[in-house]
Antibody, heavy 118, light 108 residues
Framework: QVQLQQWGAGLLKPSETLSLTCAVY????????WNWIRQPPGKGLEWIGE???????NYNPPLKSRVTISVDTSKNQFSLQLSSVTAADTAVYYC????????????WGQGILVTVSS | SSELTQDPAVSVALGQTVRITCQGD??????ASWYQQKPGQAPVLVIY???KRPSGIPDRFSGSRSGNTASLTITGAQAEDEADYYC???????????FGGGTKLTVL
């Protein structure tokens, strides 16, 4: 059974850099795209970006200038960095596995609430 | 960029049928998938590739597509189906991802 376990700092000050990591247990790491998706409190899902095992990335254009997604295949982990955060970046951040064939998110992490506050 | 539009809220009487829709240009080219999200939980995939269901999803959930509109139908809605539902699709460019704004389903 595939499990995604994520961790990172939950409280940031404005202008700091958000940093989260997601570890993948079970299943193939190389056959999928690994995604970050966020959800502001009381709002909908927003796709942040994705990476595959070889480091190829796609980013949501509105966030692209502030986002870096990286991968460590030796540990089956991938990470998100979001720079210059503001209160608008307060959200639950999810990592998720995207199936390449059907373009679906079939496994998700538990989610982490990241709050940006001075 | 491409957008997916959903009705913010829909209600259905217990045991009745409800359709939740998702409109967007990218749906003409790519199948949408549907996710159910209950409070405090991560989303769960319920329908993909028009009307495929992952293991464990009841067969009262089905999907369809017509033109630029994807639909999720729940036939015989149950109390446990009360949740937020999100559609998701590739953007028209093919490399990017877009989510609909979500539909809050209330089962009366």
């Amino acid at each position: 059974q595939v499990q995604l376990q994520q961790w990172g700092a939950g409280l940031l000050k404005p202008s700091e850099t958000l940093s989260l990591t997601c570890a993948v247990y079970g299943g193939s790491f190389s056959d999928y795209y690994w995604n970050w998706i966020r959800q502001p409190p009381g709002k909908g899902l927003e796709w942040i970006g994705e990476i595959n095992h070889s480091g190829s990335t796609n980013y949501n254009p509105p966030l692209k200038s502030r986002v870096t997604i990286s991968v460590d295949t030796s540990k089956n982990q991938f990470s998100l960095q979001l720079s210059s955060v503001t209160a608008a970046d307060t959200a639950v951040y999810y990592c998720a596995r995207r199936d390449s064939s059907w373009f679906i998110y079939d496994f998700w992490g538990q989610g982490i609430l990241v709050t940006v506050s001075s | 960029s491409s957008e997916l539009t959903q009705d913010p809220a829909v209600s259905v009487a217990l045991g009745q049928t409800v359709r939740i829709t998702c409109q967007g240009d990218s749906i003409r080219s790519y199948y949408a998938s549907w996710y159910q999200q209950k409070p405090g939980q991560a989303p769960v995939l319920v329908i993909y590739a028009k009307s495929k269901r992952p293991s464990g999803i009841p067969d009262r959930f089905s999907g369809s597509r017509s033109g630029n509109t994807a639909s999720l139908t729940i036939t015989g809605a149950q109390a446990e189906d009360e949740a937020d539902y999100y559609c998701n699709c590739r953007e028209s460019s093919g490399n990017l991802v877009v989510f609909g704004g979500g539909t809050k389903l209330t089962v009366l």
